[in-house]
């Protein structure tokens, strides 16, 4: 019989109002704005947003008014470049989870480093990467494929917890296994959102919750360092961040302003 793992954390003290209060902020805005109105450009521009919210807290220093324009650096770039896939992968990340994040790595690091490392999960034989600052050293080659080996199986099977947790444990856990030589960050981040829209939270990718990772960027090593170390109340307070982040992305989204 197949284990439930996300269950019981969905279940860790306050997760579960979190998670729905923060599912009713996107369902708010979308009832209220109507799904009728949500335009592809409205998902573009919520897309375009999230990316250079991504970028910069990767380190990138462009604007938004750069990254719009193309005018930008390799992390914006590459983040960028992730918001033209994006909704073509989400629906194969329940079915296909380690493939849609070498391709997400392949789309996010296609400017960072050399060809034959796009979409390369790190071996034993090559450094640890440190590509996110803050975070406590990844797990060496070994763990790293043993921990996303199981990231992905559960990812296949069927869970009762909120599509929120789900995406939040998958973001956390690839940032602090870092199993790319690069670009880490980008993965994790937008294979949180590839989950809030296949899991069906903001199916039309209109909130930002990037945004919300990156005004709250004082704790997002924090959050993940102590994701990593400090059992399940590190589990929980990353995913009460999360909940407040996605609550956030919902009044950062262009829809909110729509007029």
Not at 29 to 47: F, H, I, N, P, W
Not at 51 to 71: C, D, F, K, N, Q
Not at 172 to 179: F, G, I, M, N, T
Not at 192 to 214: K, M, N, Q
Request: with cysteine; charged share 20%; aromatic share 4%.
């Amino acid at each position: 019989m197949s284990t439930d793992v996300f269950e019981p954390l969905a279940g860790l003290e306050g997760v579960g109002s979190a998670a729905r209060a923060a599912r009713d902020a996107v369902d708010v805005l979308l009832r209220d704005r109507g799904l009728r109105k949500v335009g592809s450009d409205v998902t573009a521009e919520a897309l375009l947003r999230g990316a250079h919210a991504s970028a910069a807290l990767a380190g990138s220093p462009a604007t938004l008014e750069e990254v719009r324009r193309g005018a930008a650096d390799g992390l914006a770039t590459g983040a960028v470049r992730i918001t033209g896939e994006l909704m073509r992968l989400a629906p194969q990340i329940d079915t296909a989870p380690v493939q849609v994040w070498t391709r997400l790595h392949q789309l996010a690091a296609a400017d960072l480093g050399p060809e034959d490392q796009l979409g390369h999960l790190r071996t034993s034989r090559e450094p640890v990467p440190d590509d996110i600052p803050g975070l406590p050293p990844a797990p060496g080659a070994d763990e790293m494929w043993e921990r996303l080996s199981a990231l992905a199986q559960n990812l296949t099977r069927p869970t009762t917890a909120p599509g929120l947790v789900v995406a939040a444990i998958v973001h956390a856990e690839l940032a602090v296994l870092r199993p790319f030589p690069t670009a880490n960050g980008l993965v994790a981040r937008a294979a949180e959102r590839c989950l809030l829209v296949a899991r069906g939270i903001d199916p039309v990718a209109v909130t930002v919750p990037e945004i919300g990772h990156y005004e709250l960027a004082g704790t997002y090593p924090s959050g993940l360092g102590d994701y990593a170390a400090q059992g399940l109340t590190g589990v929980r307070d990353w995913l009460l961040r999360t909940c407040e982040v996605v609550a956030l992305g919902a009044e950062r989204s262009p829809l909110a302003h729509v007029g």
